[in-house]
């Protein structure tokens, strides 16, 4: 089955630099790949995703890249705020077919 | 408005207690999920179903039950509950076709 695999686990930004939050997966037939933001207390809830026919989607501040040959997506924050400061969660999926694998998550600590 | 209702969101009780945790959602999704999470920490996947009457295992039953009878609703039943199942409980949707999932807002339940 899949396994996806989620670095760092924490990591820590000043404010106003950038973020990257690195995932690989295992299953070369995964086509959907979404990153859930989960601040303290609260839900997880889907910030972007990115399907396997496209490399790069980007929304404001947030971009998602995608390497199908090396099986590899990422999370980008530009310009990071102390309210981007939460655990994100990566996961993979063949897209109405299997649930989602959820990576460990990467707690973000953006520092003002 | 169509959102995820979990209830109770906090539950306290002792061992070998039997419990239901209720989830339904208006969405009209075909799709629901069980995560146990502790606070921040990795999403394990316990029951998940893609329509009424099909439930399916995920990687961390946890000694629990589910059930859908009705395509709105899906109940957790803990048969006795023990302190390791003290966890954070999400219930999450989606619809046939997509994995874009929504989580309900949690149940935060302590076994004594």
């Known amino acids: 089955g899949e396994n996806v695999e989620q670095h760092p686990s924490t990591l820590s930004v000043q404010e106003g630099d950038s973020a990257v939050i690195k995932c690989t997966y295992s299953?070369?037939?995964?086509?959907?790949f979404p990153w859930y933001k989960q601040e303290l207390g609260k839900r997880p809830q889907l910030i972007i995703d990115i399907r396997s026919n496209v490399g790069e989607k980007k929304d404001q501040r947030i971009a998602v890249t995608l390497n199908k040959t090396a099986k590899h997506f990422s999370l980008h924050i530009t310009e990071t705020q102390p309210e981007d400061s939460a655990v994100y969660f990566c996961?993979?999926?063949?897209?109405?077919?299997?649930?989602?694998?959820f990576g460990k998550g990467t707690r973000l600590s953006v520092i003002a | 408005e169509a959102d995820i209702y979990q209830t109770p969101r906090y539950l306290v009780i002792g061992t070998g207690k039997k419990i239901t945790l209720e989830c339904s959602q208006t969405m009209g999704h075909d799709k629901m999920y069980w995560y146990q999470q502790d606070p921040g920490m990795e999403l394990h996947l316990i029951h998940y179903?893609?329509?009424?009457?099909?439930?399916e295992k995920g990687d961390l039953s946890s000694e629990s039950t589910v059930s859908r009878i009705r395509t709105e609703h899906f109940p957790l039943t803990l048969e006795s509950a023990r302190p390791s199942h003290t966890s954070q409980y999400l219930c999450?949707?989606?619809?046939?076709?997509?994995?874009?999932?929504?989580f309900g807002p949690g149940t935060r339940l302590t076994v004594l």
């Open positions: 999450a949707s989606t619809n046939q076709g997509t994995d874009t999932q929504y």
């Open positions: 299953d070369s037939a995964s086509n959907y």
């Open positions: 996961a993979a999926s063949i897209e109405g077919n299997t649930p989602l694998v």
């Open positions: 179903s893609y329509g009424v009457n099909s439930t």
